[in-house]
């Protein structure tokens, strides 16, 4: 699975995410191919996708739709987009499932996070959203600090820290970056990944 990761401090919110996929072909071969996870979703929010390459085109339907209606901070963001997804969701998997419950190689993650402008005790805000209760219903968990799906205790420990003693975003993207090259050296394969950085003056966004 690939990777994703989020850290959630006062002063910001840094995102970080593998942009390839790997699936396995019909001979159990592994295939890889360039995905990338990130969408901006407007001058406040951005949408990280998890899983399949199916989670990418959600991610493009969504971004479509927010660039066609008015919503600001990200709990309107977040408010739209939770009901957004789930359909697509569910649509995805009646149209390539056969019954459910469906089998967990469908699950498909994504991690919304944003600015809040009118909110100052807690301008910035991220959530998980997953199929919290049951295959295949979508529903979301706020993620208070830093998170990774796969889960990484260690690395969110750390990132917990450094948000705890307020260090900057540029050291917290350090270690998110270090975290997903590591990844990379141990998979034999060049570095490719999607970051964002998300501020009270804006959104930055970087690949490489």
Same mark, same amino acid.
């Given at each position: 699975?690939?990777?994703? @990761?989020?850290?959630?401090?006062?002063?910001?919110?840094?995102?970080?995410?593998?942009?390839?996929?790997?699936?396995?072909?019909?001979?159990?071969? %592994? &295939?890889?191919? *360039?995905?990338?996870?990130?969408? &901006?979703?407007?001058?406040?929010?951005?949408?990280?996708?998890?899983?399949?390459?199916? $989670?990418?085109?959600?991610?493009?339907?969504?971004?479509?739709?927010? $660039?066609? +209606?008015?919503?600001?901070?990200?709990?309107?963001?977040?408010?739209?987009?939770?009901?957004?997804?789930?359909? +697509?969701?569910?649509?995805?998997?009646?149209?390539? !499932?056969?019954?459910?419950?469906?089998?967990?190689?469908? /699950? @498909?993650?994504?991690?919304?996070?944003?600015?809040?402008?009118?909110? *100052? #005790?807690?301008?910035? &805000?991220?959530?998980? %959203?997953?199929?919290?209760?049951?295959?295949?219903?979508?529903?979301?968990? #706020?993620?208070?600090?830093?998170?990774?799906?796969?889960?990484?205790?260690?690395?969110?420990? /750390?990132?917990?820290?450094? !948000? =705890? +003693?307020?260090?900057?975003?540029?050291?917290?993207?350090?270690?998110?970056?270090? =975290?997903?090259? &590591?990844?990379? =050296?141990?998979?034999?394969? *060049?570095?490719?990944?999607?970051?964002?950085?998300?501020?009270?003056?804006?959104?930055?966004?970087?690949? +490489?």
């Amino acid at each position: 699975m690939s990777q994703m @990761i989020v850290c959630r401090s006062q002063k910001g919110i840094v995102m970080g995410a593998e942009a390839h996929d790997m699936d396995i072909d019909d001979q159990g071969r %592994i &295939q890889e191919s *360039p995905m990338h996870r990130l969408f &901006q979703l407007n001058a406040l929010s951005v949408l990280m996708v998890g899983g399949g390459a199916e $989670s990418a085109s959600m991610g493009a339907s969504l971004q479509s739709f927010m $660039s066609h +209606e008015r919503f600001d901070a990200i709990e309107d963001v977040y408010a739209a987009a939770l009901p957004f997804l789930a359909t +697509e969701y569910e649509a995805y998997m009646e149209r390539h !499932c056969e019954r459910l419950p469906i089998d967990p190689i469908h /699950q @498909i993650y994504f991690i919304l996070a944003g600015h809040s402008p009118r909110n *100052p #005790s807690n301008p910035f &805000q991220a959530h998980l %959203i997953w199929t919290k209760r049951h295959l295949p219903l979508l529903d979301g968990d #706020s993620i208070l600090s830093a998170y990774a799906v796969p889960r990484l205790i260690r690395l969110e420990v /750390q990132l917990n820290r450094m !948000c =705890q +003693e307020n260090h900057r975003l540029d050291d917290i993207f350090s270690v998110m970056r270090s =975290q997903l090259q &590591q990844k990379a =050296q141990r998979e034999n394969r *060049p570095l490719e990944a999607d970051y964002a950085v998300i501020t009270s003056e804006g959104i930055q966004m970087r690949s +490489e």
